[in-house]
């Protein structure tokens, strides 16, 4: 389908992900994280073509994710059908920075970054699937991170503290804030958001170096 907006042809792939991000930017609004509002709204401000490439790999070969992307419910169900159809043409990862008894323990992808549907140098986001029974141990980042979790439910640790993972739920960590993931008897999805140095340094907490 294509559509006629100020003279320029976009495709419904376009409005599909532009749509996505709108609703991102309300779910920040409504929880007062002003700063990541703004640069969503800047990115999408800055880039006139968002059109996602053609589908890389058969998401079938991902554990979890089709039953994880058909729970997504209650309040987050604004955000199944952009997220089900993002899902077939973003580029999926398996866990590569992990202790080795954690390989596989996790899948990501990036939406908006250097591997993603869009570049940019100073935001990158993506989905985020981690299947059930997996402790992702206690880990930090140079970037400043975001998650805001779409489906399922698990254990949160920043700092010293814990929380509920459960849907609708962001989660907020400063550069360089240990935060740890468990999940149980469901997997655990949701959007992660990198701004900062995004380049920066990854590390586990006990093995800095």
């Known amino acids: 389908m294509i559509f006629h907006v100020k003279n320029k042809m976009i495709s419904s792939r376009e409005i599909q992900l532009s749509s996505f991000i709108n609703e991102i930017i309300k779910v920040f609004s409504m929880h ?21 490439s053609e589908e890389m790999i058969r998401i079938d070969f991902i554990p979890d994710l089709k039953y994880s992307l058909e729970n997504i419910k209650g309040d987050m169900i604004r955000f ?19 202790p080795e008894f954690f390989e596989g323990g996790y899948y990501f992808s990036e939406i908006i970054g250097d591997s993603g549907l869009v570049p940019s140098k100073n935001i990158r ?7 059930q029974n997996v402790d992702y141990p206690s880990h930090a980042h140079e970037a400043e991170e975001f998650y805001l979790i779409l489906s399922g439910n698990g254990s949160w640790q920043i700092g010293d503290s814990w929380f509920d993972a459960i849907p609708g739920r962001i989660f907020h960590h400063q550069p360089g804030e240990s935060h ?30």
Not at 80 to 98: F, G, L, R
Not at 125 to 131: D, S
Not at 181 to 198: A, D, N, R, V
């Open 32 to 52: 007062h994280h002003k700063e990541m509002e703004e640069e969503l709204k800047f990115f999408l401000n800055d880039n006139d073509a968002i059109l996602p």
């Open 180 to 209: 740890r993931m468990i999940t149980e008897s469901e997997p655990l999805l949701g959007i992660w958001i990198w701004t900062g140095l995004i380049e920066g340094r990854y590390w586990f907490i006990g093995h800095e170096d």
């Open 80 to 98: 199944a059908d952009y997220t089900a159809k993002i899902s077939e043409h973003v580029q999926w990862h398996v866990a590569d920075k992990v």
């Open 125 to 131: 986001m993506g989905l985020y699937l981690q299947n």
